[in-house]
């Protein structure tokens, strides 16, 4: 399917112009009218790439951007400003935005940089297929585990943490991330909940689960995961 973009834009003739000309490449549209809004919208849609204005009410592009990033999502970032300083553009990136467009602009240019963002991230995205941890294998396409020949039985969510876990590249996942990619934006659990389901699955893959040799507590941050061999 086409990718989807959102576009967090509170002015509403440039919104619905830069929707129109998106809509009319192929791409699947969403928009919000202000920041807060939009980040709203991003957590709960997870578009493939925002367009994201710096001047907004309620949220400004720089705090949804770094609230984004803070929250774990790699989502790429096209800031849109009326602002050229050079102090502008280097704080939208220090925040996390991957590329940077001041207006006016043309949409030859816009769908470029569009265009090579996307391939960027899909790039980055290597499709996991298994997971060995010691003497346990996980399968994340058949949704099973095993040690040896003993069959594990792990939950949609344990599949889903030891997923995001295994992802990151040996780097934290902080509660609130797991949170939102597991729970999602609509549930509402606690911090604690992540800390139990780490607790159970530990027992589960973990010979010694109060010394654990792959799952690893990050204190003040979260969890990662000690890799083993990854496909």
């Given at each position: ?113 569009v265009r090579a963002l996307l391939r960027r991230s ?110």
């Amino acid at each position: 399917m086409n990718p989807r973009l959102l576009i967090i834009e509170d002015e509403l003739p440039m919104r619905t112009a830069l929707a129109d000309a998106l809509a009319g490449e192929g791409y699947r549209v969403l928009t919000a009218a202000d920041g807060r809004a939009g980040l709203d919208r991003a957590l709960a849609e997870k578009p493939d790439l925002i367009l994201l204005d710096l001047m907004m009410p309620r949220l400004d592009g720089f705090a949804v951007c770094s609230e984004l990033r803070r929250l774990g999502h790699a989502v790429p970032v096209l800031m849109l400003t009326a602002k050229g300083q050079i102090e502008d553009r280097v704080k939208g990136l220090d925040v996390g935005a991957d590329d940077y467009l001041v207006k006016p602009f043309s949409t030859e240019e816009l769908f470029a940089r569009v265009r090579a963002l996307l391939r960027r991230s899909q790039k980055a995205l290597k499709p996991l297929h298994t997971l060995t941890l010691g003497e346990v294998q996980i399968d994340f396409i058949q949704q099973q585990a095993r040690r040896g020949k003993k069959l594990l039985h792990l939950t949609a969510k344990e599949f889903a943490m030891l997923r995001l876990l295994a992802e990151s590249g040996g780097e934290a996942i902080s509660r609130d991330r797991f949170l939102d990619a597991v729970w999602g934006y609509t549930a509402f659990p606690t911090t604690r909940t992540v800390d139990m389901h780490i607790a159970t699955l530990r027992g589960k893959i973990e010979k010694n689960p109060e010394k654990p040799r792959f799952i690893h507590t990050v204190h003040g941050v979260g969890y990662r995961l000690e890799l083993g061999d990854v496909r």
